[in-house]
């Protein structure tokens, strides 16, 4: 990788707040040791893999001087260097935290991959991996997370729970979701469906 642009917004603005390019390249000096005197475009020499965590980190350290703000919050991918990187600098001093949340589209990725990795595990019945890896399943499974993780969230100012218990209530849906979506609704709450009697023979291999 030759470069890189990154850029953070704000989660309730969504204005750009900071970017920038990571550059490891020039044309003017790849085509000559003793090039012409040029605005050169190359700014890093480190890894390709560091670019994105750097640039990120230079916009939390940049945040106070530039807006007068501290960026209290990371929303990002599963990607642990960019936090990583932040941590590290401490742009706001040793003894505050920058707090990390994963989105839901990069946590609704991860948790597809998962599921699409079980179907290649050749120790599980050919029945079990077919169905897992169908795509209309897996639909289903990204269907059933953002559908309770919607309802917790519209719900959540309606009733005087602790946001532990929140936390709580949404993983029991999420991990819920696999029974519920081959037959097995026990267990699922009255929002999420009607509760049909009928337990697919699926169930009984995931219990």
């Known amino acids: 990788m030759c470069h890189f642009q990154a850029c953070i917004i704000g989660a309730r ?12 390249y020039c044309v003017v000096c790849q085509r000559s040791e003793h090039s012409r005197e040029h605005k050169c475009f190359r700014n890093w020499n480190k890894t390709s893999t560091s670019m994105e965590a750097a640039i990120i980190s230079e916009g939390f350290q940049e945040s106070i001087k530039k807006y007068n703000l501290i960026y209290g919050r990371l929303i990002g991918d599963g ?7 932040i941590t590290e600098s ?9 707090e990390k949340i994963e989105c839901r589209n990069h946590l609704l990725r991860n948790y597809l991959n ?8 050749t120790k599980l019945p050919i029945l079990f991996r077919k169905k897992v890896t169908n795509s209309d399943v897996l639909g289903r499974f990204r269907n059933a997370v953002t559908k309770a993780i919607q309802y917790r969230t519209e719900h959540a100012t309606q009733i005087n729970n602790s946001m532990h218990t929140k936390a709580e209530l949404l993983r029991k849906d999420i991990i819920n979701g696999p029974r519920h979506i081959f ?3 026990s ?3 009255d929002y999420f469906c009607s509760k049909s009697e009928e337990v697919s ?3 009984i291999i995931i219990s």
């Open 13 to 24: 603005t969504k204005r750009i707040l900071h970017v920038n390019v990571k550059n490891k």
């Open 79 to 85: 990607d642990s260097s960019v936090y990583k990187r």
């Open 201 to 203: 023979g699926l169930c």
């Open 183 to 185: 037959g097995d609704h």
């Open 90 to 98: 401490a742009p706001y001093g040793p003894t505050f935290v920058v």
């Open 187 to 189: 267990n699922c709450e």
């Open 114 to 121: 998962k599921i699409a990795d079980i179907g290649k595990d």
